[in-house]
């Protein structure tokens, strides 16, 4: 009997340490992981570009979407497309007035799972000082230490006030922008 009370603290502190959930991993997200780029049109052609300059962290369990989270910060003068005249717009006070505005952030508040690898990323995205609630669908797909989202969403530039004076309607250049998220963060 002596040597069932010793093992009992032993099977007690066991059993609580294997009932205990799986708790989100945190993934480390840097530029050069993968694309964070963009799409739009002007007059009637439509271009594409990238952001070169990004990071943030990811807390995600697939077990437990609901309680993940995830801040990206995105370096709005990174942003290029190959075209000198448009490249050097970007920046200026009328697009994304970097000066004033160096970063763009997108915080999740939490992912839906969707079924499969399918999920939206419910949160809040802010550019030029205005905060807007969107949602990413994306799928998620975890192999060792990366984990690989990828995305498309449709904003509309004028509600981030990106776009403004000559540009601010649709004339020249088109309101709706796609945004395209190719990326993978590590482990860690």
């Known amino acids: 009997m002596k040597a069932f009370h010793k093992f009992l603290p032993v099977a007690t502190v066991a059993g609580l340490l294997l009932s205990v959930p799986t708790f989100a991993a945190d993934w480390t997200l840097t530029a050069g992981n993968g694309t964070l780029g963009f799409a739009g049109t002007q007059t009637g052609r439509t271009f594409e570009g990238h952001f070169g300059k990004y990071d943030g962290t990811i807390s995600f369990d697939p077990a437990h979407p609901e309680a993940g989270h995830a801040k990206i910060s995105i370096d709005m003068a990174s942003a290029t497309t190959g075209d000198s005249q448009r490249d050097g717009a970007l920046p200026g006070h009328d697009w994304f007035d970097t000066k004033e505005f ?12 969707k079924g499969g ?8 995205l802010t ?12 799928t998620i797909d975890i192999a060792g230490s990366a984990l690989h989202a990828k995305g498309h969403l449709q904003l509309v530039r004028s509600v981030f006030n990106v776009g403004i004076g000559p540009w601010t309607t ?3 250049v088109a309101l709706e922008v796609g945004v395209d998220v190719d990326v993978t963060a590590h482990d860690g």
């Open 127 to 138: 550019i030029k000082g205005v905060s807007k609630p969107v949602t990413l669908p994306l």
């Open 117 to 124: 690898n399918a999920y939206d990323a419910e949160g809040t």
């Open 170 to 172: 649709g004339q020249w």
């Open 102 to 113: 160096p970063s763009a952030l997108f915080e999740v508040k939490d992912f839906k799972a």
